[in-house]
Nanobody, 124 residues
Framework: QVQLVESGGGLVQAGGSLRLSCAAS????????LGWFRRAPGKDREFVAT????????YYADSVKGRFTISRDNAKNTVYLQMNSLKPEDTAVYYC?????????????????WGQGTQVTVSS
């Protein structure tokens, strides 16, 4: 089991930037596939971004492509989500997700462990 703790959420104006962090423990970090999902008010949780264990492969939801960047620091056991050009529709609770068996995590069924979530609010 992987334990995940997110940080970095907050309130930002449209067009601004935020960086989310997710610290992982419980498994050798380099053996864990990581990703980010989000749940907007009144909507289902949706995929945002994922990165393979080596960091060599990344995938993004179309809605964030070109604005968000996922990265990982294996020395710090941390995955990041850099969010630029934020829009009000990016407002959501953002969740860090992990799998020890999947190459990437793009669906909830791929995920073995979830963080507690961090709120991101983008004002217009």
């Amino acid at each position: 089991q992987v334990q995940l703790v997110e940080s970095g959420g907050g309130l930002v104006q449209a067009g601004g930037s935020l960086r989310l962090s997710c610290a992982a423990s419980g498994r050798t970090f380099s053996t864990v596939t990581l990703g980010w999902f989000r749940r907007a008010p009144g909507k289902d949780r949706e995929f945002v971004a994922t990165m393979s264990r080596s960091g060599g492969s990344t995938y993004y939801a179309d809605s964030v492509k070109g604005r968000f960047t996922i990265s990982r620091d294996n020395a710090k056991n941390t995955v990041y989500l850099q969010m630029n050009s934020l829009k009000p529709e990016d407002t959501a609770v953002y969740y860090c997700a992990a799998s020890v068996s999947r190459f990437i995590v793009t669906q909830e069924m791929d995920v073995g462990s979830w963080g507690q979530g961090t709120q991101v609010t983008v004002s217009s």
